[in-house]
């Protein structure tokens, strides 16, 4: 898993409540666990004008002229802002697949669905969440001033504005501690590698049968 550190990032907005998982990564695209190749179909239903079908080149695909990320401007954006209960819906995992694969780093919302919320930190995406005002504040910010970047700082827990307004966030200090050093559930076991190794050796000394070691 990609360790989240610090970044500056150019800011897209996502300026809606209640978007849920099926509007962040379509159930007609799950057909891979691979946890890659899915920012192509990213708010697909929102981003193209055609229904897209599994598995198909988004190139040359008709785009919603009116949809913040098919803009210019918010290309190349880390940081997705966003309303209320982000990710609510189903728990797939794909969704924070997809934001990541597309370049998202870093999401600012009032609120989260709590499933969307575990997984993202599972997949190294940092969910920060902020008071509505605060968002509110940003969302005003980003809409006046293009190329707006905010600076995210996870050892801090701070999120900065360019004028240099910061606002602290919190998070709790193991899943602080596992994106800061880039660490999944496997990358957490892989950690005790020499403990689950010593163990399986005794095992097999104490109860060869169970490894087919009986003659």
């Given amino acids: 898993m990609k360790s989240f550190t610090q970044i500056t990032g150019l800011v897209?907005?996502?300026d809606r409540a209640n978007v849920d998982t099926d509007m962040i990564i379509p159930k007609n695209f799950l057909k891979s666990i691979k946890r890659t190749g899915f920012g192509k179909n990213l708010f697909d239903e929102l981003r193209y004008l055609d229904e897209g079908q599994p598995d198909q080149d988004c190139t040359g695909r008709p785009?919603?002229?009116e949809f913040p990320l098919n803009f210019a401007r918010y290309q190349g954006a880390q940081v997705l802002l966003a309303r209320e209960n982000f990710g609510c819906g189903s728990s797939r995992e794909h969704a924070p697949w997809a934001l990541d694969d597309y370049g998202f780093r870093c999401i600012i919302a009032p609120s989260y669905a709590d499933i969307f919320f575990n997984n993202s930190f599972k997949n190294g995406l940092l969910p920060i969440i902020l008071s509505a005002e605060i968002v509110d504040q940003l969302f005003q910010e980003m809409y006046?001033?293009?190329g707006y970047q905010l600076s995210v700082d996870l050892a801090k827990?701070?999120?900065t504005t360019p004028a240099g307004r910061s606002f602290e966030f919190e998070i709790d200090a193991f899943r602080k501690h596992c994106?800061?050093?880039g660490l999944d559930d496997i990358g957490l076991t892989l950690q005790?590698?020499?403990a689950i190794k010593a163990y399986e050796e005794k095992a097999k000394a104490n109860t060869p049968w169970?490894?087919?070691s009986v003659v």
Avoid: R, S, W
């Fill in 157 to 159: 827990q701070t999120v």
């Fill in 12 to 14: 897209a907005p996502m």
């Fill in 179 to 181: 994106l800061l050093n």
């Fill in 144 to 146: 006046a001033e293009e």
């Fill in 192 to 194: 005790e590698a020499d």
């Fill in 63 to 65: 785009l919603n002229t």
């Fill in 210 to 212: 169970i490894f087919g």
